[in-house]
DNA sequence: ACCTGAACACCGTTCAAGT
DNA sequence: ACCTGAACACCGTTCAAGT
């Protein structure tokens, strides 16, 4: 006699899977465990079933993470201003995902986020490009270089994958190596890098990003395409 | 009676293990096998010794990572001309390094190489751009995002590691995916994109490094530290 | 069609024991 | 000090079998 009377106490009647469920369970996982632990063993149990499961809905990892990204992607918002405040402020939203769940960045450069969310701030980023007033196939290539180093800078402050779990989420330990090398430069060897280190190192990363931007969208303003 | 006459025919004499031996045979499976087949276990294997042995002579596979792209970046040299030809050249060849060996350079976003063949491509191209007449405190953060755009940009064309060994090692996939996403973009949704779909996809790669590194150095260049 | 248990073929890293 | 076998605690993905 299965399941007497239409309701049973034992189970809370699993409801099936779907891409979105699976999406929204791998966030909760990279939020509170890091994106290294949401593996598809992690997050088929988190999903009460096997691993095999998820492939009905995935190919692999990569398309699980990629599915993961641009849902986060939805997040960002331009602030108003002029578009060069508007500009600064969609990419520091989108540094500010990165930033949240580091790791991702890094699939990020790899996987060419491709999702509808994606497209938007793609979209955002090209038509603020042409609102300043650049030149279109200048601002086309520039969307790549804008995203690309913001994705870049995001992947290069996230720590590769630790065995450790307790230790610091940092990259800043990589920093920190590299600041040693360069105050430590042979001034024979690398006369350059010895003489300048200080600037070098120079500027806090906020400083640093928002110069940046201003750099790229200066370059790409003014560089014709065809040399 | 153990080794008689000095000399066994069993086995060839096993050297001792050390970095540079490591560091070499490593390499070797990189260029026949490539980065994922690189693991602790199979160069250990390679080297007729148990995984436990490299723990000697490195902390964890990111250092035997950053030892080899060390290594490989031993080979980079700027070609003659101006500042900017040697710049340009400097930089590809930092580029090939990285597009040979795909999955390296997604290393090297994260590891911050720091070895001494990494101190003087960062002292050289320090070099040419004070050589190019630009203030040293944006030379100083011009270095990293010149860099950080070659790294950044091979990391795209790389692969994420594939379980399928047959198939091409492209990245050039992911590419082709992206040029669907945005050739199909609802005019509604993404304007921008939908109406300059063609130039963002406009130019072979080998066009847009060139633009890209011109923008930057422009960039670079012409942008004040301080807002 | 969707779901699953179990298996296949791997990983990095640690540790106690040897030389 | 250097080296090692064996173990610990995992992976992604596939496949035959079920519903």
Same mark, same amino acid.
């Given at each position: 006699?299965?399941?007497?009377?239409?309701s049973?106490r034992?189970r809370?009647?699993?409801?099936?899977?779907?891409?979105?469920?699976?999406?929204?369970?791998?966030?909760?996982?990279?939020?509170?465990e890091?994106?290294?632990?949401?593996?598809?063993?992690? #997050?088929?149990q /988190?999903?009460?079933?096997?691993?095999?499961? &998820?492939?009905?809905?995935? =190919?692999?990892?990569? !398309?699980?993470? $990629?599915?993961?990204?641009?849902e986060?992607?939805?997040?960002?918002?331009?602030?108003?201003?002029?578009?060069?405040?508007?500009?600064?402020?969609?990419l520091?939203?989108?540094?500010?995902v990165l930033?949240?769940y580091?790791g991702?960045?890094?699939?990020?450069?790899?996987?060419?986020p491709?999702?509808?969310?994606?497209l938007r701030?793609?979209d955002?980023?090209?038509?603020?490009?042409?609102?300043?007033g650049?030149? #279109?196939?200048? /601002?086309a290539w520039?969307?790549?270089?804008? &995203?690309?180093?913001?994705? =870049?800078?995001?992947a !290069?402050h996230? $720590?590769?994958a630790?065995?450790d779990?307790?230790?610091p989420?940092d990259?800043a330990a990589q920093m920190?190596?590299l600041?040693?090398?360069?105050?430590g430069?042979d001034?024979?060897?690398?006369?350059h890098?010895a003489?300048?280190?200080?600037?070098?190192?120079a500027?806090?990363?906020?400083q640093?990003?928002a110069?940046?931007?201003?750099?790229l969208?200066?370059?790409?303003a003014?560089?014709?395409?065809q040399?």
């Open positions: 006699m299965p399941n007497p009377g239409g049973r034992d809370p009647a699993k409801p099936a899977l779907s891409l979105q469920w699976i999406v929204a369970e791998t966030i909760k996982i990279i939020r509170t890091g994106l290294e632990r949401a593996t598809m063993r992690r #997050v088929a /988190a999903l009460d079933t096997g691993p095999a499961s &998820l492939y009905v809905y995935v =190919a692999n990892t990569a !398309e699980l993470h $990629a599915a993961v990204l641009d986060l992607i939805g997040a960002t918002e331009p602030e108003p201003g002029d578009w060069m405040a508007r500009l600064q402020s969609v520091g939203s989108y540094a500010d930033f949240t580091p991702l960045a890094r699939s990020a450069l790899v996987l060419r491709t999702g509808p969310h994606a701030l793609y955002q980023v090209l038509g603020l490009l042409l609102e300043g650049i030149a #279109v196939e200048r /601002a520039g969307v790549d270089l804008l &995203l690309q180093h913001v994705t =870049a800078t995001a !290069e996230s $720590a590769p630790r065995a779990v307790d230790a989420p990259g920190d190596v600041r040693g090398a360069l105050r430069a001034p024979v060897e690398n006369p890098v003489a300048h280190a200080e600037a070098l190192l500027g806090t990363p906020a640093r990003q110069w940046a931007i201003r750099a969208v200066q370059g790409i003014t560089t014709p395409t040399s």
